[in-house]
């Protein structure tokens, strides 16, 4: 049984930085790609960053990009999501799951997130 469990989040000041940690089980950790979601109620899910099995490839969205900095410890099993200079807009639950997405019984798993509040 996969399990995720995200922490790091909080209340922040604008330009401030917080940095979330995800602790994984069940899986090979480094037989996989790794990813930070978010999620504001109002919108969609997105995709924050990505990272390869060995560190050695970054994905980050435009809006993230120069700010945001992905990384894992595979002998710990623990992906990272470093954000500096945070703005309102990244505000949300941030969760982090397999790229693609973990899936189990048919319905993809996610973790229960860590909230990410950034005050103007």
């Known amino acids: 049984q996969v399990q995720v469990v995200e922490s790091g989040g909080g209340l922040v000041q604008a330009g401030g930085s917080l940095r979330l940690s995800c602790a994984t089980s069940g899986l090979t950790f480094e037989n996989w790609r790794m990813a930070w979601f978010r999620q504001d109620p109002r919108k969609e899910r997105e995709l924050v960053a990505s990272i390869a099995w060995d560190g050695g490839h970054t994905i980050y969205a435009d809006s993230v990009k120069g700010r945001f900095t992905i990384s894992r410890d595979n002998a710990k099993m623990t992906v990272y999501l470093q954000m500096n200079n945070l703005a309102p807009e990244d505000t949300a639950i941030y969760y982090c799951?397999?790229?693609?997405?973990?899936?189990?019984?048919?319905?993809?798993?996610w973790g229960q997130g860590t909230q990410v509040t950034v005050s103007s």
């Open positions: 799951n397999t790229y693609p997405p973990w899936a189990q019984g048919g319905r993809a798993y």
